[in-house]
């Protein structure tokens, strides 16, 4: 029986349970700004700017089929063994990318590092939806998103001074110390969250088996170099993916008739905006502003605690109104992400100071707080009972389909048109998604009944 939400997250009987979430979670943070910082420099240093997008793609990729896979055994086995095995990936992924002596190998050692951060993320929104109440979900949603802040305000910074002074690859070894340590510390809580038995969808897993190589061809045919082998990799992508999506997602889910189904849209439009297009600012930072590796990681640091701050505002503003507001939240949180993927643009591919360019991506970071959170409470009010790691599987399906699917267009475009005309177009598109998610975020509004339950 769930304790009272009035015991609070810090509770002796969650006390264990949330420190475990924030550490895992402060994992996948500091891997993200730190790494996300750097990847121009390893983009360089083994001449792999056409697969720059890859690093992301692949990451994404893996990151879609651990939510899934492990996602699914926390359901089944309950979060504690699927925890550990994704901290273990995770580790061997870090490895095997700072190891890397070229840019495919690099490329997968950020798929095992996907797999690991997808299953990360997945079971710690599992032990949210199990374990606590609704009333303290949106704390604890913005309790780790302020886990982030610490990441945010160091991650870029010693991510660049380890690239500029020693190498890019001590940043990947240098994590694994910090795995294992989450690893030890997370395993005892975890075990104590319940299973609820609900049994392995195989038939899902290999659905993502076939979503994932789908994706991965089509992306592959947008960065080939001819137009025969484009099409020879796109056609046969397309044939696998389409299928494969429309099994993983509800049925009419496109039709966003459900606030759980205008759930999902929004989260792939929100990622495919304002992930897609982060993957390439510090690339533009650094190549068209001409600033070092650690001046251009201060924008990623101003979005993520910009981020952090509106989410908590969020929080306490969903618990003074009961959560009735969370469609209107996710919708000013959208239109700022849109408004900020133009603002940024501009900034970037314009004579406007460096400086102008990080302001208008906070105001992106802001933006998300407001909306991932929002619109992420949404889906777990809906969710059915049993089937929390599924639901949040599929959300992370959404989430990583956007991110891939932006950042793979994105290293399309630098590949073929130059860093500065590539990142004019892919934020252009980015925005075009961030709009069509401004009208979706409508459709997550429950019907009274629902709401006041």
Known sequence: ??????????????????????????????????????????????????????????????????????????????????????????????????????????????????????????????????????????????????????????????????????????????????????????????????????????????????????????????????????????????????????????????????????GYVTRFLLTFGFFGAEAFVPLALQSLKLLTPTAAGLALTGSALSWSACSMLQARFDERTAGVHRALVARVGVSAVLLSLTLTALALTLTAPAWVAGAAWALGGAGMGLAFQAHTLVVFRHAPDGQEGQVSGTLQTADVLGSAIGAGLGGAFVAALGVHVGVAVLFAVCACAAALGVAVTGRLRAPASTVSA
């Open 1 to 262: 029986m769930t304790a009272p939400a009035t015991d609070g997250l810090f509770s002796p009987e969650r006390r264990a349970l949330t420190g475990g979430l924030l550490l895992g979670v402060l994992l996948i943070a500091f891997e993200s700004m730190a790494v996300a910082t750097v990847l121009p420099s390893v983009a360089r240093d083994l001449q792999g700017l056409r697969l720059y997008g890859w690093s992301f793609s692949a990451f994404f990729m893996g990151f879609m089929l651990g939510t899934l896979a492990l996602g699914g055994a926390g359901d089944r086995y309950g979060p504690r063994a699927p925890l550990l095995a994704a901290l273990t990936l995770f580790a061997l992924g870090l490895l095997v990318a700072g190891c890397a002596p070229n840019m495919p190998a690099f490329i997968a050692g950020r798929a095992l590092q996907g797999l690991g951060g997808g299953g990360v993320v997945a079971v710690a929104y599992l032990a949210i939806n199990r374990a606590l109440p609704d009333a303290l979900r949106a704390r604890m949603l913005a309790m780790l998103s302020s886990a982030w802040v610490l990441p945010a305000l160091i991650g870029p910074f010693v991510g660049a001074v380890l690239a500029e002074q020693v190498s890019w690859r001590a940043v990947f070894l240098g994590l694994l110390p910090l795995a294992a340590l989450v690893a030890l510390l997370t395993a005892r809580p975890m075990g104590q969250v319940g299973a609820a038995g609900t049994p392995l969808d195989r038939a899902r897993l290999g659905w993502a088996l076939l979503a994932a190589l789908g994706v991965t061809l089509t992306l592959a045919g947008f960065t080939a170099g001819a137009w025969a082998a484009r099409l020879a990799l796109a056609l046969p992508g397309v044939a696998l993916a389409v299928p494969a999506l429309r099994a993983l997602f509800p049925p009419g889910v496109l039709r966003t008739r459900t606030p759980l189904s205008a």
